[in-house]
């Protein structure tokens, strides 16, 4: 079976650092994919992992621990703009990406 | 600009009614997938196909069904079968199982029965 676990709601400051965990069980591994979703958007790519460390790609950074089973999304230097529900995903042996039920990040001023 | 149609953007249907949401992409992807996404709620996998005229079901097939007679259209039916169909419906497209890139995805549908 599968399973991917994200906190449900978190809640940040403008300006501050969050990190948003992901933790995972597949049937095989073949990657792992944060995604960000604005209410009633389509999801959009934020970040790929299939190697154990850390992507960085300007204020958001992505880690990956595969003998963990276990992810972050760091989210530095928040905006308004950041409040989204971010989505971690996961795919498998067969290639197929499964998705966790998201994190949604309320940023306040 | 290649991308990831879909339409229309609401849909209210009636009990007992059937209703096709469309699909389009022109990023000569080769496989497409439907999901289905609930208030608060993951992605769940609805079908997929990773080739012209053949499809798959997903983790929650039950009440739908798809065509793939064209590489750039993979059109949903919801049809009466499906009890609950209020939710928000995610098309997507990627250029093969193996992509650093994960899944295109178009901007969506509301279902809503009235």
Same mark, same amino acid.
């Given at each position: 079976?599968?399973?991917?676990?994200?906190?449900?709601?978190? /809640?940040?400051?403008?300006?501050?650092?969050?990190?948003?965990?992901?933790?995972?069980? /597949?049937?095989?591994?073949?990657?792992?994919?944060?995604?960000?979703?604005?209410?009633?958007?389509?999801?959009?790519? +934020?970040?790929?992992?299939?190697?154990?460390?850390?992507?960085?790609?300007?204020?958001?950074?992505?880690?990956?621990?595969?003998?963990?089973?276990?992810?972050?999304?760091?989210?530095?230097? +928040?905006?308004?703009?950041?409040?989204?529900?971010?989505?971690?995903?996961?795919?498998?042996?067969?290639?197929?990406? /499964?998705?966790?039920?998201? /994190?949604?990040?309320?940023?306040?001023? | =600009?290649?991308?990831?149609?879909?339409?229309?953007?609401?849909?209210? #249907?009636?009990?007992?009614?059937?209703?096709?949401?469309?699909?389009?992409?022109?990023?000569?992807? =080769?496989?497409?997938?439907?999901? #289905?996404? =609930?208030?608060?709620?993951?992605? #769940?996998?609805?079908?997929?196909?990773?080739?012209?005229? =053949?499809?798959?079901?997903?983790?929650?097939?039950?009440?739908?069904?798809?065509?793939?007679?064209?590489?750039?259209?993979?059109?949903?039916?919801?049809?009466?079968?499906?009890?609950?169909?209020?939710?928000?419906?995610?098309?997507?497209?990627?250029?093969?199982?193996? $992509?650093?890139?994960?899944?295109?995805?178009? $901007?969506?549908?509301?279902?809503?029965?009235?």
């Amino acid at each position: 079976g599968q399973n991917i676990d994200q906190p449900t709601e978190m /809640t940040a400051t403008e300006g501050a650092i969050v990190q948003i965990n992901c933790t995972y069980q /597949t049937s095989g591994f073949n990657g792992l994919f944060w995604y960000q979703q604005h209410a009633g958007e389509a999801p959009t790519f +934020l970040s790929y992992n299939v190697l154990d460390g850390l992507e960085e790609k300007g204020r958001f950074s992505s880690f990956l621990s595969r003998s963990k089973g276990y992810s972050y999304l760091l989210l530095k230097e +928040l905006q308004m703009k950041d409040s989204a529900s971010y989505l971690c995903a996961v795919r498998n042996a067969g290639n197929m990406l /499964t998705f966790g039920g998201g /994190t949604r990040l309320m940023v306040k001023p | =600009d290649g991308g990831i149609t879909q339409s229309p953007k609401y849909l209210f #249907r009636k009990e007992g009614q059937n209703v096709t949401l469309s699909c389009e992409q022109n990023l000569n992807h =080769d496989a497409m997938y439907w999901y #289905r996404q =609930d208030p608060g709620q993951g992605l #769940r996998l609805i079908y997929y196909s990773q080739i012209v005229n =053949d499809f798959q079901k997903g983790d929650i097939a039950e009440g739908y069904s798809v065509s793939r007679e064209k590489k750039e259209s993979f059109p949903l039916t919801v049809t009466s079968a499906q009890k609950n169909p209020t939710a928000f419906y995610l098309c997507a497209s990627s250029i093969g199982p193996i $992509s650093n890139y994960g899944y295109t995805f178009g $901007s969506g549908t509301r279902l809503t029965v009235v």
